[in-house]
């Protein structure tokens, strides 16, 4: 078992008509103005993808350090982490 740590509480959003050389590859606005969001809290049951499971962690304390079991569930780690 390991501990990766995400600080972030939303996603990160792809927006692919930002992306370099999508103009030379298609002019459809629909693809233009399409967006993508990629999971940042990492609790997503879709990785990479968002499936909203960011909404969990919006009460997060700074400097606590939370877990969340398979159910989602969420519990503070009592012990420091540096």
């Not at 919006?58 to 939370?66: S, V």
């Amino acid at each position: 078992m390991r501990i990766i740590r995400h600080d972030r509480k939303k996603p990160f959003v792809v927006k692919l008509g930002e992306l370099p050389g999508i103009g030379g590859l298609t002019s459809d606005p629909k693809i233009h103005n399409y967006e993508i969001h990629l999971c940042a809290c990492g609790l997503s049951k879709h990785k990479p993808f968002c499936d909203g499971s960011h909404a969990k962690v919006q009460n997060e304390e700074e400097g606590k350090l939370y877990a969340y079991d398979e159910d989602g569930v969420q519990h503070v780690i009592e012990k420091g982490y540096e």
